[in-house]
Nanobody, 123 residues
Framework: QVQLVESGGGLVQAGDSLRLPCAAS????????MGWFRQAPGKEREFVAV????????YYADSLTGRFTISRDTAENTVNLRMNSLNPEDTAVYYC????????????????WGQGTQVTVSS
């Protein structure tokens, strides 16, 4: 059974940075893309970032490019999201996901999701 476990969320102030790790287990993730979505209160879940298996390709939501950085450790089956210059609009539950391709993940077609970690940014 696939498990994706996010951590690192919490309450921070505007301008702070935060790193969210996600640990994947339960099967071999060779070739899979990993990434992040988020869901703010009263809004739909939205794509944040994705990274390909070898880390060669990364894609970000247009509004987040430059502030967020995604990375992964294929040996450890982990993916990390580094978030800088946080603002209250970044307040959301952040979800980790795995998919067969970066395109599938970006489109929200992942079959495996974590439970999410709450990030709250105060002004």
């Amino acid at each position: 059974q696939v498990q994706l476990v996010e951590s690192g969320g919490g309450l921070v102030q505007a301008g702070d940075s935060l790193r969210l790790p996600c640990a994947a287990s339960g099967r071999t993730f060779s070739g899979d893309a990993m990434g992040w979505f988020r869901q703010a209160p009263g809004k739909e879940r939205e794509f944040v970032a994705v990274i390909s298996w070898g880390g060669r390709n990364t894609y970000y939501a247009d509004s987040l490019t430059g502030r967020f950085t995604i990375s992964r450790d294929t040996a450890e089956n982990t993916v990390n999201l580094r978030m800088n210059s946080l603002n209250p609009e970044d307040t959301a539950v952040y979800y980790c996901a795995v998919a067969a391709s970066t395109w599938t993940l970006q489109a929200g077609g992942s079959s495996d999701w974590g439970q999410g970690t709450q990030v709250t940014v105060s002004s």
